[in-house]
């Protein structure tokens, strides 16, 4: 069984949260960093701020085969369980 490739984003800006999603579309594990705690928390919440990305698209999947997980710590990495 092969694993899963694991990106991190930084910034879930109007770039970095529609590459976040690109990204877990394509089956990638995906850690959305940015220092804004808003976008964290809405992110969280299955919430999207931006226009071309969903509510759906943020939402977790279910099935955890390919997840972005927001995230403001910088220590945060693919190990890291929110």
């Known amino acids: 069984m092969s694993q899963a490739l694991t990106a ?4 879930q800006g109007y770039v970095g949260l529609p590459v ?10 995906v850690v959305g960093f ?6 964290i928390e809405a992110l969280a919440d299955g919430r999207s701020y931006i226009d071309d ?3 759906a698209d943020v939402r977790p999947p279910s099935t955890p085969a390919a ?8 220590t945060c990495t693919a190990s890291t369980s929110l």
Do not use: F, H, N, Y
């Open 8 to 11: 991190a984003i930084v910034g």
């Open 53 to 55: 990305v969903t509510d």
């Open 34 to 39: 940015d220092l804004d705690e808003a976008k």
């Open 67 to 74: 997840t972005c997980r927001p995230s403001s710590r910088p």
């Open 20 to 29: 976040a999603m690109r990204a877990v579309e394509v089956g990638m594990q």
